[in-house]
């Protein structure tokens, strides 16, 4: 809101103050932007409004920010250079990881069937995905992936948000979870395929074991940073135990667990391949024992390529949540949420 301060104007009463020093209430200022005012008498400014973004205007009233056009046109060229900088650069480390690649190809200082050339990756990729391999083997990974993904990350913000409200709790779970944590996934994923067979099961749960714990801890860091102060406030307002946990803790928690999520969206995909590489007959992990196997580089290569991709979309699926959920912060409105939120006494 524009703070309305009546200012007696010594100098320099026109409605548009021009560039340059201008003596106002027997003070010297700078004003290189325009500066629309507005006179409830003559020699009176009732308010000032400066077509640039600072906090005050010449008068030393607070202000809106309100970029005139030349400001706005300014910012919203150096914003779309910034953005196509952003777009340009992971394109040319790219390229250049792509000459090196074929640079080490041409002059032949590994075998070809250590590092083929790019170009018989391409071969390879088009070979495979014409004939539908490739999209076969990718769905049967994606599923698993998927599955583990949702699993893990339920049972991990359950337990998170219970152990965060429960010390007791915490004592009883800790030993377990820290076991779990410390052991390797590979070392799980032949028992699990013993207990629950070479299927779709096996895979999701070597997934989901993988996916839980920085879903666990993140959502236990994220409940336990809750402002007490906002906490209290909702006690004095008589806030249930269900409108405080969402009207506050979780979106107060979810900057915090947004970014255990996207750790855990790359690491399903390597708990799902682990599975594959242990039993399987489909799947991206299955086609790389199978190409390794045959020494068949370019379609190991391909199959890699091919899970870079799937973890990079589904880490790009979770950003773009994220930036969905937390449109408020960068808003800056901190505290919307809790304006959101309806409290009946």
Request: net charge positive; with cysteine; glycine share 6%.
């Amino acid at each position: 809101m524009t703070e309305v301060m009546p200012v007696d104007l010594v100098q320099g009463q026109s409605r548009q103050l021009k560039s340059g020093w201008e003596k106002v209430a027997g003070k010297r200022f700078a004003a290189p932007m325009r500066c629309a005012c507005r006179f409830a008498q003559p020699g009176v400014v009732e308010a000032c409004v400066r077509t640039a973004p600072e906090t005050t205007c010449s008068f030393g009233m607070k202000i809106e920010r309100k970029p005139g056009p030349a400001m706005t046109s300014l910012h919203s060229d150096n914003l779309t250079n910034r953005s196509l900088s952003r777009r340009l650069i992971p394109l040319a480390v790219i390229s250049a990881v792509l000459l090196m690649w074929q640079v080490l190809a041409t002059l032949q200082v590994y075998p070809t069937f250590i590092i083929p050339p790019p170009v018989d990756v391409l071969k390879m990729f088009v070979s495979v995905a014409l004939d539908g391999s490739l999209l076969h083997h990718s769905m049967v990974t994606l599923q698993a992936v998927l599955a583990g993904l949702a699993c893990g990350a339920a049972v991990g913000v359950t337990l998170g948000y219970l152990v965060a409200r429960s010390p007791l709790l915490e004592d009883a779970l800790a030993p377990f979870v820290v076991g779990l944590q410390s052991t390797p996934i590979v070392a799980w994923a032949p028992l699990l395929v013993i207990w629950f067979g070479s299927g779709l099961t096996s895979k999701a749960i070597t997934s989901a074991l993988i996916v839980f714990f920085p879903t666990f801890v993140n959502t236990v860091v994220g409940m336990r940073n809750v402002p007490a102060s906002l906490q209290d406030l909702l006690r004095v307002h008589r806030a249930t135990r269900w409108q405080t946990l969402t009207v506050l803790e979780i979106p107060a928690a979810l900057p915090v667990l947004l970014g255990g999520l996207k750790i855990s969206a790359t690491l399903a995909v390597i708990g799902a391949v682990v599975g594959e590489f242990v039993s399987a007959d489909a799947g991206l992990g299955f086609l790389i024992t199978l190409a390794r196997s045959r020494y068949d580089t370019p379609l190991v290569l391909v199959a890699v390529i091919a899970l870079a991709l799937m973890a990079r979309l589904l880490y790009g699926f979770v950003t773009l949540l994220e930036r969905r959920l937390l449109a408020w912060q960068r808003s800056g409105t901190q505290s919307s949420f809790l304006q959101q939120g309806t409290i009946q006494e």
